[in-house]
C-alpha cells in the first residue's frame, strides 16, 4: 500500500483555559477521504479541538498540519482558503439576509475568475440544491425552520468547496426525517471532501464514520472503526454504556 | 438583498433624486436654495457615515474629525500655499483619507462600546490639535477663505464657488457621486460582505473573508467620502471652523443617519433634509429649539427605529436598496 499524506495532523496539540485542560496533548491523524466521527462525553473537548483545527482559537502548545503544511498560526480565514470549512455547532447563518446571500457569501469568495454573476449564481444554486434549499433562495435566513437553518449552515459549508469539512453536531435538534436526508447529504459529500464530525447521536455515527475518535478529558482514549468502539471496555465505562443495545435498535 | 431585484428602478429612482435636486435649483428662493446645496454637503458627509454605521455596523462616534481633516486639508492648502481650488480639494480627500486608514488600524482593534469611544477620542484629540497649532489653523477664529480663492478653473471651464448657481451645482455634482458611488457599492459583492459584517462578524471570518481588512477598506472610504464632503463644504462656504472637528459634528450624521434611515442609500439625504428643516423651523419660533429636536429623536426612536425610509422599505417598498 502506497503512504499517503494525512490531510490532517495534530501533535501534542494543547489548550488550556486556566486551570482547565481542555484539550490535553492530542494527537490525531486524519486521511484523505474519511469520514471521521469525534465523540465523547460532555466536556471531553471536542468542540475545543475543532476550534483549534479550523482556528477560532489559538493552542497553548503543539503544531496543526494540514496537506503537509504548518497552519499553526495561520489566521482563521487563511485556514478557510487552504479548505478548512466549519459549520457551526449553534446555527450562525445570517438571519437578516436571504437564504440565496448566505450562500452567495462563500461562493463568491471561491470564485477565482472574480467577475462572472452566472458563476455565482450557479455556484450558490448548487449548494442549495444539494441540501434542499433551492425553492427558498429568496426567504430571509431567520424565517427558515430550525432544520432547514442547519442546512443551510451545511450548505454554506459546501458552498466553500471545502477539503475538509467540520461538522459540529450537525443533526442536533433534526427530526428524524431530516437526519435520513443528512446522512445521505454526508455520504455524497465524502465522495469529494474529508467529513469530520462531531455528534451525540450514536446510531447515526456508527452508520456513517469509517474510524471514530474518543476523546474524554481533553485526551484521545481510543481510536478505530465503529465495531471497534463497540467492543471498547474503556470506551464503554467512559461514555458509552448503553450503545450497543441502541445501535442495535 | 436577494440579488434577484431588477437593478433598472432602483437606477432610476436614483437618477429621478438628482433630476429633482437639478430642477430645484431654478424653483427654489435663495435661502431656501442656499440651505440646499448646504444640505446636499452634509447628505454627503451622512452618506460617508452610512457606509460605515449602516452597512459595516461600526458605530464611529469621531467622524468629525474626518469632516474636518477633509476641510482644514483644504483650507490650508489654500491659506499658506495658495493653491488652486481641485489641488485643494485633492489635499482635504487624501488628508481624510490617510487619517482614516491610520485610526482604522488602530481603533479597529477594539469594537462596540470601546471603538465608540476611541474613536470619539481621537476625534477630541483631532479637535485639541487644531486649536492647539493656532498659527496654522486660526485656532477657534478659523479660516475664511476669500471668494477669489474659490473659483475653480478646469481647463476652459470657470466654476465660482461662491456664486449661488455654482455653488448650487457643485454640491450637486458631489452629491450625485457619493450617491451613486454608494449605490454601486452596496449592490455590489464587497457590499454583500460587509453586510455580512455587520449581521456576524465571526461567521464571515470562518467563510474566509478578512474582516480585519475589509473593515479597514470601508473605514477609509467612509472617511473620504466625510472628507470629501468637508473640503467641499470650506469650498463653498468660505470657512474653516474648529467648531466642525468638535464632538456635535461627530453625533450629527449618526443622527441624521438614523433619522433617514440606516443602511438605506437615500436615508442620508431624507435624514438631513428633515432634521435640517426641523431645526430651522423650530428655531424660527423659540430659542429652545433644541428641546424641539429632541422631542422629534425620541419620538423617531420609539416609533421608528429603523428611519424614514428603512420604515418604508420594512412595510411598503421591498426593493429600496
Redesign the interface.
Known amino acids: 500500500m502506497v503512504a499517503m499524506t494525512p490531510l490532517l495532523e495534530t501533535r501534542g496539540l494543547k489548550r488550556h483555559f486556566g486551570g482547565l485542560k481542555a484539550v490535553d496533548g492530542v494527537d490525531f491523524t486524519l486521511m484523505p477521504g474519511e469520514i471521521r466521527a469525534v465523540i465523547g462525553p460532555n466536556g471531553a473537548g471536542k468542540t475545543t479541538f475543532v476550534s483549534l483545527v479550523c482556528g477560532r482559537i489559538t493552542p497553548s502548545a503543539g503544531t496543526i498540519v494540514f496537506q503537509g503544511r504548518d497552519i499553526t498560526n495561520l489566521p482563521a480565514h487563511r485556514r478557510v482558503r487552504q479548505g478548512i470549512a466549519y459549520a457551526f455547532q449553534i446555527t450562525s447563518v445570517f438571519p437578516n439576509l436571504s437564504v440565496y446571500d448566505n450562500v452567495a457569501l462563500p461562493v463568491q469568495r471561491t470564485l477565482t475568475d472574480g467577475r462572472s454573476q452566472k458563476a455565482l449564481r450557479e455556484g450558490a444554486m448548487e449548494a442549495l440544491q444539494r441540501t434542499g434549499l433551492a425553492d427558498r433562495a429568496g426567504v430571509p435566513a431567520g424565517q427558515l425552520a430550525y432544520g432547514h437553518q442547519r442546512l443551510l449552515e451545511v450548505a454554506m459549508g459546501l458552498a466553500l468547496r471545502p477539503r475538509l469539512l467540520i461538522l459540529d453536531e450537525p443533526t442536533q435538534g433534526l427530526s428524524d426525517g431530516e437526519i435520513e436526508d443528512f446522512v445521505r447529504l454526508v455520504q455524497e459529500v465524502a465522495s469529494e471532501a474529508t467529513v469530520l464530525l462531531i455528534e451525540h447521536n450514536m446510531p447515526l455515527v456508527m452508520r456513517l464514520a469509517h474510524c471514530i475518535t474518543v476523546l474524554d478529558a481533553g485526551r484521545i482514549l481510543a481510536e478505530g472503526t465503529p465495531d471497534e468502539i463497540r467492543e471498547n471496555v474503556a470506551v464503554q465505562q467512559a461514555y458509552l454504556g448503553t450503545i450497543t443495545g441502541e445501535a442495535a435498535a | 438583498?436577494?440579488?434577484?431585484v431588477s437593478p433598472l428602478r432602483v437606477y432610476l429612482l436614483h437618477a429621478a433624486i438628482i433630476l429633482a435636486l437639478f430642477a430645484l435649483n431654478f424653483m427654489l428662493p435663495p435661502y431656501h436654495h442656499g440651505l440646499m446645496a448646504r444640505i446636499m454637503v452634509l447628505a454627503v458627509f451622512a452618506m460617508g457615515y452610512n457606509m460605515l454605521f449602516g452597512y459595516a455596523g461600526l458605530l464611529s462616534l469621531g467622524h468629525a474629525m474626518f469632516f474636518a481633516a477633509g476641510m482644514y486639508g483644504t483650507g490650508l492648502a489654500i491659506t499658506h500655499f495658495g493653491t488652486g481650488v481641485p489641488a485643494a480639494f485633492a489635499c482635504g480627500i487624501v488628508a481624510g483619507a490617510v487619517l482614516a486608514f491610520a485610526i482604522g488600524l488602530l481603533a479597529l482593534r477594539t469594537s462596540g462600546v470601546a471603538f465608540m469611544i476611541v474613536t470619539m477620542m481621537f476625534s477630541q484629540v483631532f479637535y485639541l490639535a487644531i486649536l492647539y497649532f493656532a498659527a496654522w489653523t486660526g485656532g477657534d477664529q478659523g479660516m475664511v477663505l476669500q471668494q477669489a480663492a474659490r473659483v475653480a478653473t478646469l481647463g476652459p471651464l470657470v466654476l465660482d464657488l461662491s456664486h449661488p448657481v455654482g455653488r448650487y451645482m457643485a454640491a450637486l455634482a458631489l452629491f450625485a457621486i457619493a450617491l451613486f458611488a454608494t449605490l454601486i457599492t452596496v449592490r455590489s459583492?464587497w457590499g454583500?460582505?460587509l453586510?455580512?459584517i455587520r449581521?456576524?462578524e465571526?461567521?464571515?471570518?470562518?467563510?474566509?473573508?478578512?474582516?480585519f481588512a475589509n473593515k479597514l477598506a470601508v473605514t477609509v472610504l467612509s472617511g473620504t467620502i466625510a472628507a470629501a464632503a468637508g473640503s467641499a463644504f470650506a469650498l463653498l462656504f468660505g470657512y474653516v471652523g474648529a467648531n466642525f472637528a468638535a464632538v456635535q459634528y461627530s453625533i450629527l450624521p449618526l443622527l441624521w443617519v438614523l433619522l433617514g434611515g440606516a443602511a438605506t442609500t437615500l436615508g442620508p439625504l431624507v435624514g438631513t433634509v428633515v432634521m435640517y428643516y426641523v431645526t430651522d423651523t423650530a428655531s424660527s419660533y423659540t430659542s429652545a429649539w433644541l428641546l424641539i429636536v429632541g422631542v422629534v429623536l425620541i419620538a423617531l426612536v420609539l416609533f421608528f427605529p429603523k428611519g424614514i425610509l428603512g420604515t418604508l422599505r420594512e412595510r411598503w417598498a421591498g426593493w429600496l436598496p
Open positions: 438583498m436577494t440579488g434577484e459583492r454583500r460582505v453586510v455580512a449581521e456576524n465571526e461567521r464571515t471570518r470562518m467563510l474566509g473573508y478578512d474582516t
